[in-house]
């Protein structure tokens, strides 16, 4: 299957995080998005849990594997491609783009990050770092900040240097998801692909 529509405007919405590779800046820190649970204040990544269930090596790992035929029926998944993306860490990464099939278009992206750890998220950047868990996981929640309708981005902990970083990609028209929303679906997207890397190693 390939991804057909809607190219362009994630690769567009990718490109926004990129920006958010950690930098010195100044300012206040707004805020992050909540998942349900009321609001959080955003912070270090390294204030995260430390412990993880096992250690999972992505090496070798195809992100077009990780949601399965049901996960994808799920999640309302209906074509995918796989490239290469850098989801802000400043290296090209095994990405896969999955299209969502509804009237507004969105997609999950699955980056396979196998040089940094969550960590790297840690200290100023540009985005609201939340730390949280995904199925037992240690895991940053990531919002590009000063922004509520651009994506939501979900970092898990899968081995010491590694992360899996999945996104809610949405490319309809403005504001057609909410940030709680897309922090949902993020999850969600995070959680099934979890799932799925667990019987591959």
Known sequence: ?????GICAVL??????????????????????????GSV?????????????????????????LLTDAQQADLKIDEWEGEKSNPGTGTESPSCAYNVNSEKSAAYRVTLV?????????GPGNSDVTPKQVSGFPAVQ?????????????AVDVADGQQMFVQ???Y???????????????????EAALATLQTLK
Request: contains cysteine; hydrophobic residues 35%; charged residues 20%.
């Open 41 to 65: 204040e955003p912070t270090s990544a390294s204030k995260a849990p430390s412990t993880r269930p096992k250690a999972i090596k992505l090496d070798g790992v195809d992100p077009c594997k």
């Open 142 to 154: 990531l919002v590009l900040a000063g922004t509520s309708r651009t994506e939501c981005s979900v």
């Open 114 to 122: 196998a040089d940094k750890g969550i960590e790297f998220w840690d």
């Open 168 to 170: 809610f990609l949405p």
């Open 12 to 37: 567009l919405t990718a490109a926004a995080l990129a920006a958010c590779t950690p930098q010195p800046t100044t300012g206040t820190a707004t805020p992050g998005a909540t998942t349900g649970g």
């Open 172 to 190: 309809g028209g403005k504001g057609a998801y909410s940030q709680d929303e897309m922090c949902r679906n993020a999850t969600k997207g995070a």
């Open 1 to 5: 299957m390939r991804l057909v529509k």
